[in-house]
């Protein structure tokens, strides 16, 4: 019955079939390309040492500059956190691989109140809000990066403030 | 009625499974009710979900516009719900009978012969068309929602497609992976269950 069901409708199994392809090849190249460009050590990589600039800033007033000159380059941004501070974060596995960061230093995350994560973009010189975690962030890219304990009523980041009080921000680097 | 307990069961359903990211039942029910009782129950099921998971959710609270686009892309499994099941196809799933093949090749042991009878009467050919139009409707909902992300946030409408369209692609993956599951195996065995009751459009033959 369900190989005579497919034959009469040839047409509608043709369609779907073929439109489910489509989708899979292209979602299959967007994830192959996602996997490319967050690959643990993105090219320039030759396994030599960086310095990287990072801000804490608790949101009650209090932050501190950490910078580390000694940082391997197929380290990524979650690594370095984990290296200089004290971090709590909720892993999560494949397909995305990632930690969100719920406390640093004994600071954690409530209700409106969490870790923002920001970067220097060098080309225009000011604050940016990243768009990917900190696993997704190498040194390649950036190197002054910040987190900063703030509250925010929307999810939308061109609403946040930087790190730097008075600082220049920027939505696309 | 039928929107609310619908609504409470995705809201539960997608409580429960918070911690598996993209991984939701709540597209397959908004399916399911488009697909029974018609499109604008669908919509509201889909649009009542929303404005409670979008706005009292531990991951963060969606803004307007975000709330507004996923609010949008989820009326989409209404949409494809509701014209399924007036397409000749749909019409005939809904009432199609178990298949006799599938004890060839699971009904042998003793052990699968039950399994096997439940794989018959949930009939591949039905799973394979619910699969195939939950990937469809899945991947239009995270094309929308993946664009909708970075709207602001680039400087073209093309960029932000693209962006989004690719750092979104894990969670894209993943979510069209567990909805044709879920598509394939929820959706039909609850249209099933839904005739027998004389639950729904096909049941009462308004279709016909």
Redesign the interface.
């Known amino acids: 019955m369900r190989f005579n069901f497919i034959s009469q409708h040839k047409a509608f199994f043709s369609i779907t079939i073929l439109l489910a392809a489509i989708i899979v090849a292209v979602q299959g190249s967007a994830y192959y390309y996602y996997q490319k460009s967050n690959s643990a050590c993105p090219s320039p990589c030759q396994g030599s040492n960086i310095r990287v600039e990072t801000l804490i800033n608790y949101g009650n007033g209090t932050s501190q500059w950490l910078n580390r000159t000694n940082i391997s380059s197929n380290w990524n941004f979650y690594d370095l956190t984990n290296n200089i501070t004290k971090v709590q974060a909720t892993y999560y596995g494949p397909p995305t691989s990632e930690h969100l960061v719920t406390g640093i230093n004994g600071v954690q995350s409530n209700g409106q109140y969490f870790w923002s994560l920001w970067a220097v973009c060098e080309k225009s010189n000011a604050w940016i809000a990243t768009s990917v975690g900190a696993d997704a962030i190498h040194f390649t890219t950036y190197h002054t990066l910040a987190w900063y304990f703030q509250a925010a009523n929307s999810q939308d980041s061109s609403n946040w403030n930087p790190p730097v009080s008075g600082a220049a921000k920027v939505t696309v680097c | 009625m039928i929107v609310s307990v619908f609504t409470a069961l995705s809201l539960a359903t997608n409580y429960a499974l918070i911690g598996f990211?993209n991984v939701k039942l709540m597209d397959t029910l908004v399916f399911i009710v488009a697909f029974l009782f018609g499109v604008r129950l669908g919509i509201g099921v889909a649009v009542s979900t929303w404005l409670v998971y979008g706005l009292v959710n531990p991951n963060?609270?969606?803004?307007p516009?975000?709330l507004s686009f996923l609010i949008l892309g989820e009326c989409f499994y209404a949409f494809s719900g509701a014209i399924l099941s007036r397409?000749?196809?749909g019409q005939?799933l809904s009432i199609?009978?178990p298949?006799?093949?599938s004890s060839r090749i699971t009904g042998r042991i003793g052990v699968f012969r039950k399994l096997g009878r439940r794989i018959r009467k949930l009939?591949?050919?039905r799973s394979l068309?619910f699969a195939?139009?939950g990937?469809?409707a899945t991947?239009c909902y995270d094309l929308l929602t993946n664009f909708a992300s970075?709207l602001?946030?680039?400087?073209s409408l093309y960029q932000a497609f693209i962006?989004g369209?690719?750092?979104g692609?894990?969670?894209?993956?993943?979510h069209?992976g567990s909805n044709t599951i879920f598509f394939a195996t929820v959706a039909p065995a609850v249209i099933v269950a839904a005739r027998r009751m004389g639950i729904g459009f096909h049941s009462r033959g308004r279709l016909k």
């Open positions: 990211q963060g609270v969606d803004g516009i975000i397409t000749s196809v005939e199609m009978k298949t006799d093949y009939n591949p050919a068309v195939l139009v990937l469809q991947f970075w602001f946030l680039t400087t962006i369209n690719i750092i692609a894990p969670f894209s993956v993943a069209e």
